[in-house]
C-alpha cells in the first residue's frame, strides 16, 4: 500500500503525457501518505476491536512482518 497511492497517480499523469520528474513533490506526499496509511491498518489489525473494525483477527499472514514487527526493532 505504500506506494500504491503513488501508482495510481503516476498512471493517470503519464496517461495525459506528463513527465513524472515534474512531480517529485507529489509523489513524495503520496508516498508518505500511504506509509501512514499502512501503520494505520496494520495497527487496528493487530488491536483494533473486532466490533469496530469489522473483523476478527489480522490480514497480516504469519510470515509477513507488518511495520508493527519492523520499526520498533528498527529503532532499538
Not at 517529485?24 to 506509509?35: A, N, R, S, T
Not at 494505520?40 to 473494525?53: I, R, S, W
Amino acid at each position: 500500500m505504500c506506494i500504491n497511492l503513488w501508482f495510481k497517480v503516476a498512471c493517470a499523469l503519464l496517461m495525459l503525457g506528463e513527465n513524472l520528474d515534474d512531480h517529485i513533490q507529489m509523489k513524495d506526499v503520496l508516498v508518505e501518505m500511504g506509509i501512514y496509511g499502512q501503520i494505520q491498518d496494520d495497527y487496528h489489525d493487530t488491536f483494533g476491536d473486532p466490533n469496530v473494525v469489522g473483523q476478527v483477527g489480522t490480514k497480516i499472514a504469519p510470515t509477513l512482518r507488518s511495520w508493527l514487527d519492523k520499526e520498533p526493532k528498527l529503532m532499538s
